[in-house]
């Protein structure tokens, strides 16, 4: 078990503050962060033959197929130093979740999932803002609402399997980044992660 990298899901919907959240995380308690948006945004700016394939999917706010998304997870994985991870927005769906517990769940120690619980009107005035300068294509109201789409239709329901097993955390999202980030703290104290 020693060995085995350890592993703390971090979900919520677009705009809850997840990749906000474990940046703190990082600087504090010295985590790794892979977000599985970013790796995937990553190999398609990288010029990957996939590129055009995975921009149609986060275009429509679509969950990519797990194959793509866990190849990327398990290289950038194994190229870390670090062997504590936050995987942000992952696993999305049964397909990422299926796919993570038949090649990956017995190699790991996995703690968690933390979960940033906050309303669709606070993500989509979070969204909003950070469109106007992130460049990311999927920031607008059109994509936006494909993404909640999927969020309430794909992610919940994977969020409640780990429910069932007391594997959530749920952490109150609406307040700001550093109110937020103390209730985080707290949690990571309690589990004995600092
Ligand atoms: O988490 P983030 O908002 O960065 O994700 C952006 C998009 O990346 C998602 O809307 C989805 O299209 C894609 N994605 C995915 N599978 C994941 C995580 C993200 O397809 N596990
Ligand atoms: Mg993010």
């Keep these: 078990m020693e060995n085995k990298p350890l592993i ?3 979900l919520g919907g ?3 503050g997840k990749g906000t959240q474990c940046e703190k995380i990082v600087e504090k308690f ?11 945004r990553e190999e398609r700016r990288s010029g990957s033959p996939k590129g055009d394939l995975i921009e149609t999917y ?3 706010g679509n969950i990519v197929p797990v194959e793509i998304t866990l190849g990327l997870l398990d290289t950038a994985m194994q190229k870390s130093e ?10 999305r769906n049964e397909d990422n979740y299926t796919g993570w517990n038949k090649i ?7 703690k968690f999932v933390l979960f940033f619980e906050c309303s669709e009107k606070t993500c989509v005035e979070r969204i909003l803002e950070r469109g106007k300068s992130s460049g990311r294509s999927d920031d607008n109201r059109e994509s936006l609402v494909k993404r909640f789409q999927t969020y309430t239709n794909s992610t919940t329901p994977i969020i409640d399997h780990y429910r069932k097993d007391n594997l959530v955390r749920t952490i109150d999202a609406e307040a700001s980044p550093d109110q937020v980030f103390e209730k985080v703290k707290e949690l990571f104290q309690k589990e004995c992660l600092s």
């Design 8 to 10: 703390i899901f971090v």
């Design 58 to 60: 986060i275009k429509d």
């Design 30 to 40: 010295g985590f790794k962060h892979l977000s599985a948006g970013e790796l995937l």
């Design 14 to 16: 677009p705009g809850a």
């Design 82 to 91: 670090i062997k504590q991870f936050l995987i942000d927005g992952f696993p």
């Design 104 to 110: 990956m769940a017995n190699k790991v120690n996995f």
